[in-house]
Protein backbone atom coordinates (compact mmCIF):
# COMPACT_ATOMS: atom_id res chain seq x y z
CA UNK A 1 0.00 0.00 0.00
CA UNK A 2 1.27 2.99 -0.89
CA UNK A 3 0.22 7.19 -0.73
CA UNK A 4 2.45 8.65 -3.49
CA UNK A 5 0.42 10.20 -6.34
CA UNK A 6 -1.44 12.09 -4.47
CA UNK A 7 -2.37 15.19 -6.84
CA UNK A 8 -5.33 15.64 -8.98
CA UNK A 9 -5.88 12.07 -9.59
CA UNK A 10 -7.02 11.34 -5.79
CA UNK A 11 -4.77 9.18 -3.14
CA UNK A 12 -2.86 6.83 -5.14
CA UNK A 13 -4.56 3.26 -3.95
CA UNK A 14 -7.28 5.28 -2.40
CA UNK A 15 -8.63 6.44 -5.61
CA UNK A 16 -12.47 5.77 -5.59
CA UNK A 17 -12.73 6.13 -2.25
CA UNK A 18 -13.63 9.59 -2.17
CA UNK A 19 -14.60 12.71 -3.32
CA UNK A 20 -11.12 14.10 -4.80
CA UNK A 21 -11.41 11.81 -7.94
CA UNK A 22 -13.21 14.49 -9.40
CA UNK A 23 -10.86 16.91 -9.18
CA UNK A 24 -9.36 16.75 -12.55
CA UNK A 25 -12.51 17.24 -14.52
CA UNK A 26 -13.80 19.55 -12.54
CA UNK A 27 -10.81 21.86 -14.04
CA UNK A 28 -11.32 23.84 -16.94
CA UNK A 29 -8.36 22.93 -18.75
CA UNK A 30 -8.75 25.45 -21.70
CA UNK A 31 -8.43 28.38 -18.72
CA UNK A 32 -5.17 29.52 -17.98
CA UNK A 33 -3.56 28.64 -15.04
CA UNK A 34 -4.85 30.92 -12.55
CA UNK A 35 -8.51 30.46 -13.09
CA UNK A 36 -7.79 26.62 -13.21
CA UNK A 37 -7.21 26.72 -9.97
CA UNK A 38 -9.80 29.01 -8.67
CA UNK A 39 -13.31 27.56 -6.68
CA UNK A 40 -14.30 25.55 -9.50
CA UNK A 41 -11.47 23.49 -8.98
CA UNK A 42 -12.74 22.80 -5.80
CA UNK A 43 -12.99 18.81 -5.09
CA UNK A 44 -16.85 17.49 -5.77
CA UNK A 45 -18.67 14.77 -4.37
CA UNK A 46 -18.92 11.98 -6.76
CA UNK A 47 -22.68 12.69 -7.82
CA UNK A 48 -22.02 16.61 -7.20
CA UNK A 49 -22.67 19.14 -9.81
CA UNK A 50 -21.02 22.20 -8.15
CA UNK A 51 -22.45 24.93 -5.97
CA UNK A 52 -25.67 26.75 -6.85
CA UNK A 53 -25.60 30.44 -5.86
CA UNK A 54 -28.39 31.92 -4.16
CA UNK A 55 -29.44 28.66 -2.79
CA UNK A 56 -27.47 28.26 0.79
CA UNK A 57 -29.52 25.06 2.00
CA UNK A 58 -28.28 23.22 -0.97
CA UNK A 59 -24.75 24.69 -0.50
CA UNK A 60 -24.96 22.81 3.27
CA UNK A 61 -26.54 19.60 1.91
CA UNK A 62 -24.11 19.44 -0.31
CA UNK A 63 -21.21 20.34 2.24
CA UNK A 64 -22.38 17.10 4.34
CA UNK A 65 -22.23 15.07 1.66
CA UNK A 66 -19.05 16.14 0.95
CA UNK A 67 -18.19 15.50 4.97
CA UNK A 68 -19.75 12.04 5.02
CA UNK A 69 -17.60 10.97 1.62
CA UNK A 70 -14.86 12.33 3.46
CA UNK A 71 -15.17 9.70 6.66
CA UNK A 72 -15.90 6.94 4.33
CA UNK A 73 -12.69 7.47 2.57
CA UNK A 74 -11.21 7.99 5.92
CA UNK A 75 -12.77 4.50 7.20
CA UNK A 76 -11.87 2.51 4.13
CA UNK A 77 -8.39 3.67 4.62
CA UNK A 78 -8.10 2.54 8.17
CA UNK A 79 -9.43 -0.94 7.05
CA UNK A 80 -6.78 -0.83 4.31
CA UNK A 81 -4.34 -0.45 7.35
CA UNK A 82 -5.78 -2.98 9.17
CA UNK A 83 -5.36 -5.46 6.69
CA UNK A 84 -1.53 -4.63 5.99
CA UNK A 85 -1.48 -4.96 9.84
CA UNK A 86 -2.33 -8.55 9.64
CA UNK A 87 -0.79 -9.06 6.46
CA UNK A 88 2.16 -8.73 8.49
CA UNK A 89 1.06 -10.60 11.66
CA UNK A 90 0.92 -13.37 9.08
CA UNK A 91 3.90 -13.30 7.86
CA UNK A 92 5.77 -12.85 11.64
CA UNK A 93 4.06 -16.47 12.09
CA UNK A 94 5.20 -18.01 8.86
CA UNK A 95 8.85 -17.13 10.03
CA UNK A 96 8.67 -18.28 12.97
CA UNK A 97 6.81 -21.20 11.83
CA UNK A 98 9.64 -22.16 9.68
CA UNK A 99 12.41 -21.07 12.18
CA UNK A 100 10.80 -24.05 14.16
CA UNK A 101 10.96 -26.33 11.43
CA UNK A 102 14.66 -25.35 10.73
CA UNK A 103 14.74 -26.17 14.60
CA UNK A 104 13.44 -29.42 14.53
CA UNK A 105 15.45 -30.76 11.52
CA UNK A 106 18.37 -29.92 13.26
CA UNK A 107 17.14 -31.21 16.63
CA UNK A 108 16.46 -35.02 14.75
CA UNK A 109 19.71 -34.31 13.20
CA UNK A 110 21.55 -34.00 16.20
CA UNK A 111 19.85 -37.02 17.61
CA UNK A 112 20.58 -39.17 14.40
CA UNK A 113 24.29 -38.21 15.24
CA UNK A 114 23.71 -39.00 18.66
CA UNK A 115 22.69 -42.83 17.82
CA UNK A 116 25.26 -43.15 15.30
CA UNK A 117 27.61 -42.25 17.91
CA UNK A 118 26.27 -44.58 20.79
CA UNK A 119 24.89 -41.46 23.08
CA UNK A 120 21.47 -41.16 23.81
CA UNK A 121 19.06 -37.91 23.87
CA UNK A 122 18.46 -38.41 27.87
CA UNK A 123 22.79 -39.41 28.41
CA UNK A 124 23.17 -36.25 25.80
CA UNK A 125 20.68 -33.67 27.95
CA UNK A 126 22.41 -34.55 31.17
CA UNK A 127 25.96 -34.22 29.57
CA UNK A 128 25.54 -30.69 28.35
CA UNK A 129 22.94 -29.73 31.25
CA UNK A 130 20.15 -28.94 29.04
CA UNK A 131 16.82 -27.76 30.90
CA UNK A 132 13.89 -25.72 30.08
CA UNK A 133 15.66 -23.09 29.82
CA UNK A 134 17.74 -23.90 26.67
CA UNK A 135 14.63 -24.54 25.09
CA UNK A 136 11.91 -22.73 23.11
CA UNK A 137 8.66 -22.30 24.17
CA UNK A 138 7.04 -24.67 21.77
CA UNK A 139 9.30 -27.47 22.87
CA UNK A 140 8.19 -27.52 26.20
CA UNK A 141 4.58 -26.94 26.17
CA UNK A 142 2.06 -23.76 26.00
CA UNK A 143 1.91 -23.12 29.94
CA UNK A 144 3.66 -19.83 30.80
CA UNK A 145 3.98 -17.38 33.39
CA UNK A 146 4.69 -13.59 33.09
CA UNK A 147 6.89 -12.36 35.57
CA UNK A 148 7.45 -9.11 37.06
CA UNK A 149 5.95 -6.64 39.03
CA UNK A 150 6.13 -5.04 42.58
CA UNK A 151 3.82 -7.94 44.09
CA UNK A 152 5.63 -10.57 42.13
CA UNK A 153 8.25 -12.91 44.63
CA UNK A 154 10.45 -13.57 41.57
CA UNK A 155 10.59 -10.23 39.95
CA UNK A 156 13.69 -8.32 41.08
CA UNK A 157 11.94 -5.41 42.40
CA UNK A 158 9.97 -7.79 45.09
CA UNK A 159 11.01 -6.20 48.28
CA UNK A 160 12.62 -8.55 51.10
CA UNK A 161 16.12 -8.32 52.33
CA UNK A 162 18.79 -9.89 51.55
CA UNK A 163 22.93 -10.04 52.28
CA UNK A 164 25.66 -9.50 49.92
CA UNK A 165 28.78 -11.59 50.27
CA UNK A 166 30.17 -9.13 52.72
CA UNK A 167 27.27 -9.12 54.84
CA UNK A 168 25.35 -5.93 53.52
CA UNK A 169 21.84 -5.81 54.06
CA UNK A 170 20.00 -4.73 50.43
CA UNK A 171 15.84 -4.08 50.57
CA UNK A 172 15.44 -6.34 47.32
CA UNK A 173 17.29 -8.14 44.66
CA UNK A 174 16.84 -4.98 42.53
CA UNK A 175 18.66 -2.48 44.89
CA UNK A 176 21.37 -4.91 45.33
CA UNK A 177 21.47 -4.74 41.27
CA UNK A 178 21.85 -1.08 41.29
CA UNK A 179 24.04 -1.21 44.14
CA UNK A 180 26.51 -3.21 42.66
CA UNK A 181 26.26 -0.82 38.97
CA UNK A 182 27.42 2.07 41.06
CA UNK A 183 30.02 -0.27 42.79
CA UNK A 184 31.32 -1.42 39.34
CA UNK A 185 31.85 2.20 38.48
CA UNK A 186 33.57 3.01 41.68
CA UNK A 187 30.86 5.65 42.97
CA UNK A 188 30.86 5.60 46.73
CA UNK A 189 28.52 8.31 47.13
CA UNK A 190 26.00 7.09 44.58
CA UNK A 191 26.41 3.30 46.83
CA UNK A 192 25.49 4.74 50.22
CA UNK A 193 22.25 6.50 48.41
CA UNK A 194 20.75 3.25 47.42
CA UNK A 195 21.87 1.23 50.32
CA UNK A 196 20.12 4.12 52.62
CA UNK A 197 17.20 5.32 50.13
CA UNK A 198 13.93 5.07 52.05
CA UNK A 199 12.18 3.51 49.02
CA UNK A 200 12.80 1.89 45.61
CA UNK A 201 11.65 5.27 43.60
CA UNK A 202 14.72 7.05 45.70
CA UNK A 203 16.89 4.36 45.30
CA UNK A 204 16.19 4.76 41.46
CA UNK A 205 16.44 7.69 41.35
CA UNK A 206 19.87 8.09 43.29
CA UNK A 207 20.95 5.32 40.24
CA UNK A 208 20.36 7.40 37.44
CA UNK A 209 23.31 9.89 38.69
CA UNK A 210 25.96 7.22 38.93
CA UNK A 211 29.03 8.46 38.05
CA UNK A 212 31.11 8.02 34.54
CA UNK A 213 28.55 5.24 34.11
CA UNK A 214 29.66 3.25 30.54
CA UNK A 215 26.66 1.13 29.65
CA UNK A 216 29.15 -1.09 26.95
CA UNK A 217 31.33 -2.04 30.38
CA UNK A 218 27.87 -2.50 32.81
CA UNK A 219 26.38 -4.92 29.64
CA UNK A 220 29.52 -6.95 30.04
CA UNK A 221 28.57 -7.86 34.22
CA UNK A 222 24.72 -6.98 34.17
CA UNK A 223 23.29 -10.60 33.28
CA UNK A 224 26.24 -12.12 36.26
CA UNK A 225 24.84 -9.24 38.88
CA UNK A 226 20.86 -10.14 37.57
CA UNK A 227 21.26 -13.76 38.33
CA UNK A 228 23.65 -13.07 41.79
CA UNK A 229 20.66 -11.05 43.12
CA UNK A 230 17.85 -13.08 42.24
CA UNK A 231 20.34 -16.26 43.54
CA UNK A 232 20.75 -14.72 47.37
CA UNK A 233 16.56 -14.16 47.56
CA UNK A 234 16.16 -17.92 46.66
CA UNK A 235 18.58 -19.05 49.00
CA UNK A 236 18.01 -16.37 51.81
CA UNK A 237 14.19 -16.79 51.89
CA UNK A 238 12.87 -20.15 51.53
CA UNK A 239 9.42 -20.05 50.66
CA UNK A 240 10.25 -18.13 47.65
CA UNK A 241 12.87 -20.88 46.55
CA UNK A 242 9.54 -23.54 47.14
CA UNK A 243 7.32 -21.35 45.22
CA UNK A 244 9.93 -21.27 42.16
CA UNK A 245 10.17 -25.39 42.38
CA UNK A 246 6.75 -25.80 43.14
CA UNK A 247 6.25 -23.84 39.01
CA UNK A 248 7.67 -26.99 38.13
CA UNK A 249 8.50 -27.22 34.16
CA UNK A 250 6.41 -24.32 33.54
CA UNK A 251 8.19 -22.00 30.76
CA UNK A 252 9.33 -18.48 33.11
CA UNK A 253 8.99 -15.26 30.97
CA UNK A 254 9.83 -11.76 32.28
CA UNK A 255 7.12 -9.55 30.96
CA UNK A 256 9.11 -6.24 30.57
CA UNK A 257 9.98 -4.05 27.58
CA UNK A 258 13.55 -4.60 27.31
CA UNK A 259 15.02 -7.20 24.65
CA UNK A 260 17.55 -8.93 26.78
CA UNK A 261 16.03 -9.55 30.32
CA UNK A 262 12.30 -9.71 28.77
CA UNK A 263 10.27 -10.81 26.11
CA UNK A 264 9.56 -6.77 24.50
CA UNK A 265 6.46 -6.44 25.90
CA UNK A 266 4.88 -5.32 29.27
CA UNK A 267 2.11 -7.11 30.64
CA UNK A 268 -0.43 -4.50 29.98
CA UNK A 269 0.37 -5.14 26.13
CA UNK A 270 -2.01 -8.12 24.30
CA UNK A 271 1.20 -9.19 22.67
CA UNK A 272 2.75 -10.45 26.05
CA UNK A 273 0.31 -13.16 26.28
CA UNK A 274 1.11 -14.35 22.62
CA UNK A 275 4.86 -15.70 22.75
CA UNK A 276 4.71 -15.76 18.74
CA UNK A 277 5.06 -11.69 18.98
CA UNK A 278 7.95 -12.33 21.83
CA UNK A 279 10.44 -10.24 19.94
CA UNK A 280 13.23 -10.23 23.36
CA UNK A 281 15.70 -12.77 24.54
CA UNK A 282 14.56 -13.25 28.03
CA UNK A 283 17.09 -13.51 29.73
CA UNK A 284 15.48 -12.78 33.04
CA UNK A 285 13.13 -16.04 32.85
CA UNK A 286 15.95 -18.08 31.55
CA UNK A 287 18.13 -17.20 34.71
CA UNK A 288 15.09 -18.17 36.56
CA UNK A 289 14.92 -21.41 34.86
CA UNK A 290 18.53 -22.23 35.35
CA UNK A 291 18.02 -21.37 39.15
CA UNK A 292 15.32 -23.40 39.27
CA UNK A 293 16.80 -26.45 37.79
CA UNK A 294 19.88 -25.92 40.62
CA UNK A 295 17.43 -25.94 43.30
CA UNK A 296 15.50 -29.09 42.59
CA UNK A 297 18.60 -30.99 42.54
CA UNK A 298 18.37 -31.05 46.55
CA UNK A 299 15.19 -29.87 47.35
CA UNK A 300 13.15 -31.30 49.60
CA UNK A 301 9.63 -30.87 51.64
CA UNK A 302 9.86 -29.76 55.38
CA UNK A 303 6.21 -31.43 55.69
CA UNK A 304 2.86 -31.49 53.89
CA UNK A 305 1.61 -28.29 55.27
CA UNK A 306 4.90 -26.28 53.87
CA UNK A 307 4.06 -27.67 50.33
CA UNK A 308 0.33 -27.05 50.62
CA UNK A 309 1.18 -23.46 51.51
CA UNK A 310 2.85 -23.07 48.97
CA UNK A 311 0.31 -24.13 46.64
CA UNK A 312 -2.36 -21.83 47.30
CA UNK A 313 0.41 -18.98 47.00
CA UNK A 314 1.18 -20.15 43.41
CA UNK A 315 -2.95 -20.73 42.65
CA UNK A 316 -3.17 -16.96 43.64
CA UNK A 317 -0.61 -15.38 41.98
CA UNK A 318 -0.74 -17.80 38.75
CA UNK A 319 -4.62 -15.90 39.08
CA UNK A 320 -3.92 -12.70 39.65
CA UNK A 321 0.00 -11.87 39.05
CA UNK A 322 1.66 -14.01 36.58
CA UNK A 323 -0.63 -12.91 33.69
CA UNK A 324 -1.63 -10.43 31.40
CA UNK A 325 -3.27 -7.39 32.63
CA UNK A 326 -5.52 -5.79 30.54
CA UNK A 327 -5.52 -2.13 31.12
CA UNK A 328 -9.33 -1.43 30.42
CA UNK A 329 -9.82 -3.30 33.93
CA UNK A 330 -7.13 -2.28 35.56
CA UNK A 331 -8.42 0.77 37.36
CA UNK A 332 -11.13 -2.00 38.68
CA UNK A 333 -8.67 -3.97 39.92
CA UNK A 334 -6.71 -1.78 42.21
CA UNK A 335 -9.59 -0.60 43.53
CA UNK A 336 -11.31 -4.35 43.80
CA UNK A 337 -7.74 -6.26 45.52
CA UNK A 338 -6.48 -3.11 47.43
CA UNK A 339 -4.83 -5.24 49.88
CA UNK A 340 -2.84 -8.69 48.64
CA UNK A 341 -2.08 -8.31 45.13
CA UNK A 342 -3.84 -5.20 44.20
CA UNK A 343 -1.18 -3.96 41.32
CA UNK A 344 -0.82 -7.25 39.85
CA UNK A 345 2.53 -7.35 38.74
CA UNK A 346 2.30 -4.19 36.64
CA UNK A 347 4.60 -1.82 38.92
CA UNK A 348 6.77 0.12 36.81
CA UNK A 349 10.63 -0.20 36.78
CA UNK A 350 14.10 1.20 35.97
CA UNK A 351 15.82 -0.44 32.94
CA UNK A 352 19.22 -2.24 34.25
CA UNK A 353 21.13 -1.30 30.97
CA UNK A 354 21.73 2.36 32.01
CA UNK A 355 21.11 5.03 34.80
CA UNK A 356 21.14 8.06 32.23
CA UNK A 357 17.71 9.33 31.31
CA UNK A 358 16.97 8.71 27.70
CA UNK A 359 18.78 5.32 27.74
CA UNK A 360 17.30 3.01 24.69
CA UNK A 361 16.05 -0.01 26.98
CA UNK A 362 14.09 -0.17 29.70
CA UNK A 363 12.73 -3.25 31.99
CA UNK A 364 9.98 -3.17 34.17
CA UNK A 365 10.09 -5.28 37.28
Known amino acids: MSFAGVGTRGYGDFAGLGNFNNFESSVDHQQPPHIAMDEGATPQPLSGNGRRSGNSTYNLQQEIIWIKQDSAQIRNAVVLLEKEKDNLRQAVRKLKLENARVKQKVKRMQETINGLSGVSAETDNLKVGATEADLDYDDIGRDFILVGGAQDPLSLRFEVSIRDERGIEHKSAERYYWYKMAEHFGDTETMAKILDAPSTIKAEEAMKDIKDFDEAKWN ?19 WIANLLVYTGKTYIAVASQDKVFGTGWRKNRDEANKPIFWDGENQGGKALMRLRQQIKETHTWSGPYEEQEIEKRFNELKKYVWRRIDPARRLGILRGRARGFGRRGGYGGRGYGAPSAGFPQTIRH
Do not use: P
Request: charged share 35%; proline share 0%; hydrophobic share 30%.
Open 220 to 238: EVKMNVWETGQRLKLEQTR
